[in-house]
T-cell receptor, first 111, second 116 residues
Framework: QKEVEQNSGPLSVPEGAIASLNCTYS??????FFWYRQYSGKSPELIMF????GDKEDGRFTAQLNKASQYVSLLIRDSQPSDSATYLC???????????FGKGNQVVVIP | EAGVTQSPTHLIKTRGQQATLRCSPI?????VYWYQQALGLGLQFLLW???????NRGNFPPRFSGRQFPNYSSELNVNALELEDSALYLC???????????????FGPGTRLTVL
């Protein structure tokens, strides 16, 4: 059973600052890693996916993957109030296709 | 391009009844997934259908079942509803099984099921 851990509590960041979120996973067979954003009462929205070690940048978002240490992180630069949401880390095993989710990190951007 | 659609948006049932939830994937997507998001429990994988067949099943009792139709839309059935089944049920779809990055899953808006 894959485990995906997002241990940090709610994260409050001032507008314009960098929000940093971390996620660890237990299954070394995991191949694909995803970050979803979920606003309260809404469904998850894909922000980033990453497959290879290193950094991947998309606009204000940067995902970082380290398979040796089994962690994946998400940086949100120039945080905006609209970034206030719960961020879900998800991991999928190749061929299995079930997404295993962490419990999520709530981010609050303070104007 | 239309995203994943789900119906109904809200569903209220009483304990012991049956619920049927529906999902239409993104055009061209052949895989459909169902997840349950209960309060405080996070997103849990329920079922995966591809090309009309059940490919994988999460740790849920048999009263959770479903099917996928020839047009790739899908139905989730929950029999003998229990109070604990109250949750947001999310459907997701992906393009191709096992092909990166085509296996990225995109979620629909969800059906909120309330069991009284």
């Amino acid at each position: 059973q894959k485990e995906v851990e997002q241990n940090s509590g709610p994260l409050s960041v001032p507008e314009g600052a960098i929000a940093s979120l971390n996620c660890t996973y237990s299954d070394r067979g995991s191949q694909s890693f995803f970050w979803y954003r979920q606003y309260s009462g809404k469904s998850p929205e894909l922000i980033m996916f990453i497959y290879s070690n290193g950094d991947k940048e998309d606009g204000r978002f940067t995902a970082q993957l380290n398979k040796a240490s089994q962690y994946v992180s998400l940086l949100i630069r120039d945080s905006q109030p609209s970034d206030s949401a719960t961020y879900l880390c998800a991991v999928i095993e190749y061929g299995n296709n079930r997404l295993a989710f962490g419990k999520g990190n709530q981010v609050v951007v303070i104007p | 391009e239309a995203g994943v659609t789900q119906s109904p948006t809200h569903l209220i049932k009483t304990r012991g009844q049956q619920a049927t939830l529906r999902c239409s994937p993104i055009s061209g997507h052949t895989s459909v997934y169902w997840y349950q998001q209960a309060l405080g429990l996070g997103l849990q994988f329920l079922l995966w259908y591809d090309e009309g067949e059940e490919r994988n099943r999460g740790n849920f009792p048999p009263r959770f079942s479903g099917r996928q139709f020839p047009n790739y839309s899908s139905e989730l059935n929950v029999n003998a509803l229990e109070l604990e089944d109250s949750a947001l049920y999310l459907c997701a779809s992906s393009l191709l099984v096992g092909t990166l990055p085509a296996d990225t899953q995109y979620f629909g808006p969800g059906t909120r099921l309330t069991v009284l």
